[in-house]
Nanobody, 126 residues
């Protein structure tokens, strides 16, 4: 069974930065798209950012464009999310996800992914 484990979350003041990591027990080169989602208590799981197999294309939610950067390193079986200029509204549990090489679903929807981490908490204070 594939395991994805997030790390790097924490408490940070508004304007600060965090770098999240997602370590995979399987080769990420065997995955399709990888992505980050976030979810606040009682809220829907929202798309944050996605990256294709080679990293040649990325996709970001409008709310994080210009502030967050997604990256993957298949040699290290890892996915990253660099978060800068953090805002209180970024507070959520951040989850790492991976899709099969092919999927009938758009990458912005959770249904596209069949592998998920348990999440890491990011809290941004004002």
């Amino acid at each position: 069974q594939v395991r994805l484990v997030e790390s790097g979350g924490g408490l940070v003041q508004a304007g600060g930065s965090l770098r999240l990591s997602c370590a995979s027990s399987a080769r990420t080169s065997n995955f399709g798209t990888m992505a980050w989602f976030r979810q606040a208590p009682g809220k829907e799981r929202d798309f944050v950012a996605a990256i294709t197999w080679s990293g040649s294309r990325t996709n970001y939610a409008d709310s994080v464009k210009g502030r967050f950067t997604i990256a993957r390193d298949n040699a290290k079986n890892a996915l990253y999310l660099q978060m800068n200029s953090l805002k209180p509204e970024d507070t959520a549990i951040y989850l790492c996800a991976a899709s099969p090489p092919t999927s009938p679903y758009s990458e912005i929807y959770p249904e596209a992914y069949d592998k998920w981490g348990q999440g890491t908490q990011v809290t941004v204070s004002s």
